[in-house]
């Protein structure tokens, strides 16, 4: 069954849902990033359907996250890699593997970590910094209204954060 599209959902995180797709995609990202970069190769670490990999694939393509290249060595080969959006990404995977780790297994128990290449150590926890790199809790955060937010997002604004002003929910 096809899911709504959210092209018309003013939110940063609908956009970015939009443009990865679905869970398989995050999964293909994972490995993309970290060396896979053939269907086969895919389809093994995975286990995943052909059909569901090849529309995952071609979604990632068309949405500027991967590319599909020849192999210059074998030109029967097709090589998915990640562009710098899908590069970008990478804070997205490593939060969710965080969490994860610490709520599905106990980050004792974890199966896999994201790690330093260099020292080959988990990383730390990923947090949100103010600007000045205080870290930040739920109570420290607030939505705000971008520039260009609708009229209708405005209304949505004001009654969700009661009557915040343009800039201020």
Same mark, same amino acid.
């Given at each position: 069954?096809k899911?709504?599209?959210?092209d018309?959902?003013?939110c940063?995180?609908a956009?970015?849902l939009?443009?990865?797709?679905?869970v398989?995609?995050?999964?293909?990202l994972?490995?993309?990033?970290f060396?896979?970069?053939?269907?086969?190769?895919?389809?093994?670490s995975?286990?995943?359907?052909?059909?569901? /990999?090849s529309?995952? &694939?071609?979604? =990632?393509?068309e949405? $500027?996250l991967?590319?599909?290249?020849?192999?210059p060595?074998?030109a029967r080969?097709?090589?998915?890699?990640?562009e710098?959006?899908?590069e970008? /990404?990478?804070v997205v &995977?490593?939060? =969710?593997?965080q969490? $994860?780790?610490?709520w599905a297994?106990g980050?004792?128990?974890?199966?896999?970590y994201?790690a330093?290449?260099r020292k080959?150590?988990?990383?730390q926890d990923?947090?949100l910094l103010d600007e000045?790199?205080?870290k930040l809790?739920?109570r420290d955060?607030?939505?705000i209204?971008g520039?260009?937010?609708?009229?209708?997002?405005?209304?949505a604004?004001?009654?969700?954060?009661?009557?915040a002003?343009?800039g201020?929910a």
């Open positions: 069954m899911r709504k599209s959210f018309d959902i003013e940063g995180i956009q970015a939009e443009r990865v797709g679905d398989w995609a995050f999964l293909v994972r490995d993309a990033l060396g896979v970069d053939t269907f086969e190769g895919y389809r093994q995975l286990g995943i359907s052909r059909n569901t /990999l529309v995952c &694939l071609e979604r =990632l393509v949405n $500027g991967m590319s599909r290249r020849t192999d060595e074998d080969r097709v090589i998915y890699r990640p710098q959006p899908g970008e /990404l990478i &995977l490593a939060a =969710l593997s969490w $994860g780790n610490k297994y980050k004792k128990s974890a199966p896999s994201v330093d290449q080959a150590k988990p990383i990923i947090a000045d790199g205080r809790k739920l955060l607030r939505m209204l520039p260009s937010g609708s009229p209708k997002l405005k209304r604004f004001a009654h969700l954060f009661d009557g002003d343009e201020d």
